[in-house]
């Protein structure tokens, strides 16, 4: 695919994007994980590339080869995420859950990993055996929510009268299979996002497909429908409606 040709309407713009699925370790062997292939992610981060942006891929248990001209950060699971995805946007730090405000925040933030919403409540560090008796079960607690933090970050420096908070666009992915809109609308006002991918689920579509169809829902009440195509397609959907919000 050629993606040359396109205007640079990226150049000088930071973005932050979060590709592949989280793993929660159960044991040094086995882990709790999801089918989330990167493929979307690493789809936005190409195109981000072509489009003059300087890129930084947060990337969780991808096989993919890097995409060139990207910086590339591995990470496991939803707490190594979390910090990686803060660190590039350079928001929080301090620990004091304040957002930056200036210039040096990521202008864009796009959640496409697939993230662990449970861990197990602990971890063995010995290969867990099998016995004679019945295994213990795994009992699981909650991960932090990334979006929803960043949202409620920037909501935060914005209420103290930051003039312009980082991240200034911030987009989720969702992957609904039923009531996709009202389930939605409901989950970008709740975690405060700009905009909100949702994947139409099923007959072919998703996981491990080249091709994706969605809906980008926008929380000016807008909605964008993304006919079925490569996932590059709806990568530069997303850009377009990125760039539309950074001038
Ligand atoms: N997400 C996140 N941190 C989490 C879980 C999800 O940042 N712990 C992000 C995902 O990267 C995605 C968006 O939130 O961009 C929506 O994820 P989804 O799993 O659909 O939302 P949840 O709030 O976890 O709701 P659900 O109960 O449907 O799983
Ligand atoms: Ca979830």
């Not at 044991?27 to 195109?47: C, E, H, K, M």
């Not at 489009?51 to 995409?67: H, Q």
């Not at 909501?155 to 991240?167: C, F, I």
Request: proline share 5%.
């Amino acid at each position: 695919r050629v993606l040359a040709g396109r205007a640079p309407d990226l150049a000088g713009r930071h973005v932050v994007i979060s590709a592949g699925g989280t793993r929660e370790a159960i044991d040094p062997v086995r882990f709790i994980g999801n089918r989330s292939s990167g493929l979307q992610g690493y789809a936005l981060a190409r195109t981000a590339v072509a489009r003059g942006a300087e890129v930084t891929l947060v990337s969780a248990n991808v096989a993919l080869p890097d995409p060139a001209g990207a910086k590339v950060v591995r990470v496991e699971s939803a707490h190594e995420l979390r910090e990686a995805v803060l660190d590039a946007a350079r928001v929080g730090g301090a620990g004091d859950g304040d957002a930056r405000v200036g210039s040096d925040g990521a202008d864009a933030v796009v959640m496409a990993a697939a993230v662990a919403d449970f861990r197990p409540d602990r971890w063995s560090d010995t290969k867990i055996k099998k016995s004679s008796a019945e295994p213990d079960p795994i009992h699981l607690v909650k991960n932090p929510d990334v979006l929803a933090e960043l949202g409620a970050l920037r909501r935060g420096a914005l209420e103290r009268g930051g003039r312009e908070p980082y991240p200034r666009v911030i987009v989720g992915f969702a992957a609904e299979t039923d009531d996709v809109l009202a389930n939605g609308r409901a989950k970008l006002a709740r975690k405060g996002c700009d905009l909100l991918v949702v994947n139409q689920v099923g007959e072919g579509l998703g996981f491990g497909t080249p091709d994706n169809a969605a809906v980008v829902l926008c929380a000016d009440g807008g909605a964008v429908e993304i006919q079925r195509g490569p996932k590059e397609d709806l990568a530069d959907v997303v850009w377009d409606l990125v760039a539309e919000r950074l001038s």
